[in-house]
């Protein structure tokens, strides 16, 4: 086992996505001293999307002017069903070929030299909000992040609601039943309609049944491989009418989703983040929650509504303060 790091040294955090990771490495005030962003591998499985972690970091800690193994400890945000005792990682579908386990917190460790903690990205990221962004007035919060897919992080009472590793999973309620296909394998779920990726595969299918678009165009002169959240904001800005019409449903299946949920928890606030979710800003902020209005059962009271303030860096700076509250082994946050 690495040998605890001074509380004052720096700290890593790394923001694993469905097309991007971001890692930073920062102080005891959370101010960033090093960033890097890389593409999240499209192969290689979980051992490939490791490397590129350990790249990602170390470009980080260089620019820092620290070594990996002299940090505090590193912590990362990730998809999938996270064990919080050994940081594993399960059912990460939207990384390649991660439909099993992966021991990531440890291989993590071994390659870095320091501690390692793993949270789900969207929980670490609604963390971070809670703490140093648009959720620090309140004691109550759903976090939901529209990128990739659509997760979901929840605050109760102050504190992190986790259940048994996979609380949170909002973008896995079903807002129509058996309705399309969600990459999950389920039907009707709201990332089916809401998520980037079942956006994109839908928007295929549309275009080769000879429907246009201006979608791929875009991609294409981006020097992209994917449909990102800069794409669909540039469609959009088109009146794209293909693009259009799917962030239309997007929107519409958020606000059903969302709403359900305030039913069952009845937080004070929800702060909307994710790639796209930081992209189209407080106006489509406003659109979901008004959205969500019809189907509120204590509609005089909704919650407010927030774009998350911390931006793309905030999945990062949640990672990294998750590794600040790493006590024992790797993947084992203190529990105060």
């Given amino acids: 086992m690495p040998s605890a790091k001074a509380p004052s040294a720096p700290r890593g955090g790394i923001d694993l996505g469905g097309t991007k990771i971001e890692a930073i490495v920062v102080d005891g005030r959370n101010n960033v001293l090093g960033a890097s962003r890389k593409p999240t591998p499209t192969t290689g499985e979980p051992e490939g999307v490791a490397k590129q972690l350990v790249e990602a970091l170390g470009e980080a800690a260089q620019l820092a002017g620290v070594e990996p193994s002299r940090l505090q400890g590193v912590?990362?945000?990730?998809?999938?069903?996270?064990?919080?005792?050994?940081?594993?990682?399960?059912?990460?579908?939207?990384?390649?070929?991660?439909?099993?386990?992966?021991?990531?917190?440890?291989?993590?460790?071994?390659?870095?030299?320091?501690?390692?903690?793993?949270?789900?990205?969207?929980?670490?990221?609604?963390?971070?909000?809670?703490?140093?962004?648009?959720?620090?007035?309140?004691?109550?919060?759903?976090?939901?992040?529209?990128?990739?897919?659509?997760?979901?992080?929840?605050?109760?009472?102050?504190?992190?609601?986790?259940?048994?590793?996979?609380?949170?999973?909002?973008?896995?309620?079903?807002?129509?039943?058996?309705?399309?296909?969600?990459?999950?394998?389920r039907r009707g779920c709201m990332e089916a309609y809401a998520g980037r990726a079942a956006m994109e595969a839908r928007a295929r299918r549309q275009v080769d049944k000879g429907q246009k678009t201006d979608l791929f165009k875009l991609m294409k002169e981006r020097g992209r491989d994917r449909l990102t959240s800069a794409i669909w904001a540039r469609a959009l800005d088109h009146k794209d009418k293909m693009a259009t019409k799917l962030i239309d449903e997007a929107v519409e299946a958020l606000g059903v989703g969302i709403?359900?949920?305030?039913?069952?928890?009845?937080?004070?606030?929800?702060?909307?983040?994710?790639?796209?979710?930081?992209?189209?800003?407080?106006?489509?902020?406003?659109?979901?929650?008004?959205?969500?209005?019809?189907?509120?059962?204590?509609?005089?009271?909704?919650?407010?509504?927030?774009?998350?303030?911390?931006?793309?860096?905030?999945?990062?700076?949640?990672?990294?303060?998750?590794?600040?509250?790493?006590?024992?082994?790797?993947?084992?946050?203190?529990?105060?």
């Fill in 259 to 336: 709403a359900s949920a305030i039913n069952l928890l009845d937080v004070e606030a929800v702060v909307i983040g994710g790639g796209l979710g930081v992209r189209l800003g407080q106006p489509y902020a406003k659109r979901i929650a008004k959205e969500m209005q019809p189907h509120l059962f204590n509609d005089r009271h909704p919650p407010d509504v927030h774009v998350a303030a911390l931006g793309d860096l905030g999945g990062a700076l949640g990672a990294a303060l998750l590794a600040r509250s790493t006590r024992r082994g790797n993947g084992t946050p203190n529990a105060s």
């Fill in 75 to 185: 912590g990362v945000g990730s998809p999938g069903v996270v064990d919080p005792v050994s940081g594993a990682v399960s059912g990460a579908r939207n990384l390649p070929g991660w439909d099993g386990t992966f021991e990531l917190a440890s291989v993590l460790a071994e390659r870095f030299g320091t501690r390692v903690a793993v949270g789900n990205d969207v929980q670490v990221a609604t963390d971070a909000e809670y703490k140093l962004g648009a959720g620090k007035p309140y004691k109550s919060l759903l976090g939901v992040f529209w990128g990739t897919g659509v997760g979901g992080g929840l605050i109760l009472a102050g504190k992190p609601w986790l259940g048994r590793g996979g609380a949170g999973e909002i973008g896995h309620m079903v807002v129509k039943k058996n309705g399309a296909k969600c990459p999950c394998g």
